[in-house]
C-alpha cells in the first residue's frame, strides 16, 4: 500500500512542477507591458498629410530618433493605408539609406 501511494507521489510531482511553471508563464504574460513607446507613431501632433524629419532629430517624433538620412513622418490612414486603429506611419523607403532608432528602457 505503501509503495502503491509513493508511486502516485512521485508521478504527481512533476506534473505539479510542470503546472507551476505555466502558471507563472502565464502570470508575467498577463502583466506583460509594452516597452516599445509610440510604436504606432501616433504620439503628439500628426502632421496634416505628411511632414520630413531629418537625422538627429529626436522631437517631432515622439519617442523615437532619425538617425540617418530623413524620414516622411505620415498621418494615416487617409493618407496612407495601414493596421485598422493605427493612426501615423513613417516612411523608410528609397535612396538614400534611412534609419530610424528608439530606447527601449528594461528593469
Known sequence: MKKMVLRRVLLILPLLF???????VLISSAQATN??????????????GFTTVNAGDSTTIADWTVTVGSVDWIAGPRNHPGPPGVEGSVDLDGPPVRSISHTIHTA
Do not use: H, R, W
Open 35 to 48: 516597452l516599445i513607446q509610440n510604436g504606432e507613431f501616433n504620439a503628439g501632433t500628426l502632421p496634416s
Open 18 to 24: 510542470v503546472f507551476a511553471i505555466l502558471q507563472g
